[in-house]
């Protein structure tokens, strides 16, 4: 029964939260944009999803450690993270705690959600229609043109939460968007986020691990490491798994 009632008590206090942010970041935000402050207000926006994604996770009580935050590239004007999937709060724990202020390639359900649209088009991200081709095309050409403009994009390449440490099979038509921009490739690996809900069934504090790996350059590879591109990522993703498969 605790565990139920700590669920429902975070529920409540998530979305009084997300009410909150829309005035003290949200309004400002939109407000400089119409003066024709735009750095400014992606400035802001920079600090306020990563205060978001941090308020968001430290009220579940989980503990979060970052790995390799050196490996981040610096002054890199085309960026694509790329991420394996785990659980609902993969795309807190990247705003939170990765030091790059990405929008994200989401299914378009997330327009629907009272306030919580706001943010996920604050931050710059492109909503997808799974189910449709046409939408597919259109994501990643708007994402394309999100990346050369100097806005980071966040990819999940296996498509959906695995819910589990299993990765599922990153699939190769979702890095269109980083080759296409010629973009840096961050590869990130979310590790043990699925506990946080998924696992159990219902919110828990645990540990959640993030690994920031080396950048890849995608100017620089040729034909063939672009078709192998897909599994490359996969195998430097999954390395911090392999001993939870």
């Known amino acids: 029964m605790g565990k139920i009632v700590f669920t429902a ?46 308020m968001v996770i430290i009220a579940t ?26 659980g609902l709060f993969d795309i807190p724990l990247i705003s ?23 943010w996920v088009f604050a931050v710059g991200s ?13 994501a990643i050409r708007a994402g394309v043109e999100r990346i050369k403009g100097g806005q980071p994009i966040c990819i999940f390449p296996e498509g959906t939460r695995s819910r589990s440490m299993q990765m599922g099979t990153f699939k190769a038509g979702s890095l269109k968007l980083a080759l296409r921009s010629e973009a840096t ?9 699925f506990s946080m809900y998924e696992g159990p069934g219902y919110m828990q504090p645990t540990t959640v691990s993030l690994y920031i790996h080396p ?10 490491g ?9 195998e430097i993703i999954g390395g911090p798994l392999a001993d939870d498969q």
């Open 9 to 54: 008590v975070y529920v409540l206090y998530f979305s009084v939260i997300l009410l909150l942010t829309q005035v003290v970041f949200l309004l400002p935000y939109f407000l400089l944009r119409v003066a024709g402050l735009k750095a400014t207000a992606l400035k802001l926006m920079k600090y306020a999803s990563m205060a978001m994604g941090r």
């Open 61 to 86: 009580g989980t503990k979060v450690e970052l790995h390799g935050k050196e490996n981040l590239p610096q002054n890199h004007q085309r960026i694509c993270l790329v991420a394996n999937h785990q």
């Open 96 to 118: 939170g705690y990765i030091p790059v202020s990405a929008g994200f390639i989401a299914k378009k359900e997330l327009a629907w959600i009272p306030f919580l649209n706001f």
């Open 126 to 138: 492109v909503l997808i229609n799974r189910k449709s081709r046409h939408s597919a095309v259109q």
């Open 185 to 193: 490739i961050i590869p990130i690996t979310i590790r043990n986020s």
């Open 215 to 224: 950048p890849i350059e995608t100017e620089q590879l040729d034909d063939e």
């Open 226 to 234: 672009q078709k192998s591109l897909a599994w490359h990522l996969q």
